[in-house]
Structures are given as structure tokens and as C-alpha cells.
């Protein structure tokens, strides 16, 4: 999992990843995990909207998570 999470360049996507899985490795639900991180995603970004910030976590936990894709994402402009 550390040498996945070191490729993910954007600070906020990296936090909201590893949030992620580490909740559920300790058995949270997916939507209480899910919920979770779009509220951690909104304090890196506090700019965003509900929508917004929904959107961006789940395409990054399908292209990380589910998929396990290792290109780059689409998202936000900070580094």
C-alpha cells in the first residue's frame, strides 16, 4: 500500500485514500467510510461543494481502490 500511495501527487487525494482504506481495514462501513472522507476532502478544500467533494472521493476510491489503476486522476489543481 506505501509504495501505491507515494505515486498519488495530490496531497488531499492521498489523504482521502488512505483514509479510506484504513477505515475499512478496521471494518467501518463503505458508505460511513465513504461519508468520512468526502468531509476530510472538504477540509482540504473547503471551496468545494457537497457535490463536488462527493464526486472527486468516489472517483478516486473506484480508480485506486476498486480498480486499482495506478494512472493519474482527474481532480482538483493542488499539488
Known amino acids: 500500500m506505501a509504495a501505491e ?5 495530490r496531497k488531499c487525494e492521498r489523504a482521502v485514500i488512505t483514509a ?3 477505515l475499512r481495514e478496521v471494518g467501518t462501513e463503505d458508505m460511513t467510510a465513504f461519508h468520512a472522507c468526502t468531509t476530510l476532502y472538504r477540509i482540504h478544500h ?3 461543494s457537497l457535490n463536488e467533494a462527493r464526486r ?3 472517483e478516486w476510491i473506484d ?3 476498486v480498480r ?6 482527474k481532480g482538483c489543481d493542488c499539488g
Request: glycine letters at 4%; hydrophobic letters at 30%.
Open 20 to 22: 479510506y482504506q484504513e
Open 46 to 48: 473547503p471551496e468545494a
Open 5 to 9: 500511495l507515494s505515486r498519488i501527487a
Open 68 to 73: 486499482k489503476s495506478d494512472g493519474p486522476t
Open 63 to 65: 480508480h485506486h481502490v
Open 56 to 58: 472527486l472521493v468516489s
